[in-house]
């Protein structure tokens, strides 16, 4: 049963992941990889407290480019540079809020919340101040127009669209 929920509860790409870590720890490669590895993660780490030290939430794209189209599949690699934003912020345990941000040629573009850790209230509170003051929560790309959203009975959500003067820094500020 073991073998049989680890090989079918996992991706490929999990498991690529899984064999490349278990790889880089063996016996032989401990420190040429592992030790190195830690090694960048400090520097990065020192990196982003002194980012914080400046600053309470960085904000940033979780991708650089808009989603995929709706069933449609890209090489792997190119998956890879998909993800690119996303997996710095866990090498320092940050804490993180993903956001919808907008729409390019249809397609929805997002962006990230990052704070340092143990400030998960106060990435809430931007977060919610955001949301607050755009409406792209409630907005739909064109391709799913037609579909129900999760939780309705029918598509049609209110669109409110973000007001040009709408300033996200003096909410966020001002509390």
Same mark, same amino acid.
């Given at each position: ?65 808009? #989603? ?5 599949? /890209? @090489? ?45 209230? /106060? ?9 607050? #003051? ?5 907005? /739909? @790309? ?6 129900? #959203? ?10 409110? @669209?973000? @007001? #040009? ?11």
């Amino acid at each position: 049963m073991y073998s049989k929920s680890r090989a079918q509860g996992f991706g490929s790409e999990v498991k690529r992941r899984i064999l490349i870590g278990t790889y880089v720890l063996s016996h032989g490669y401990y420190d040429a990889y592992y030790l190195q590895a830690q090694r960048i993660r400090r520097l990065i780490a020192k990196d982003f407290a002194a980012a914080f030290r400046q600053c309470d939430v960085i904000i940033g794209p979780t991708s650089p480019s808009t #989603a995929f189209k709706l069933g449609r599949k /890209r @090489p792997i690699r190119c998956r890879c540079i998909y993800r690119i934003f996303t997996p710095l912020p866990s090498t320092w345990r940050a804490c993180r809020n993903f956001h919808p941000c907008g729409f390019a040629g249809g397609l929805p573009a997002g962006l990230q919340l990052i704070g340092d850790y143990f400030t998960e209230a /106060r990435l809430l509170n931007v977060a919610h101040r955001y949301q607050l #003051a755009s409406a792209w929560h409630l907005q /739909r @790309p064109a391709a799913l127009i037609d579909m129900p #959203a999760l939780g309705e009975s029918c598509a049609g959500a209110p669109v409110r @669209p973000m @007001p #040009a003067n709408a300033s996200l820094t003096a909410a966020v500020l001002e509390e």
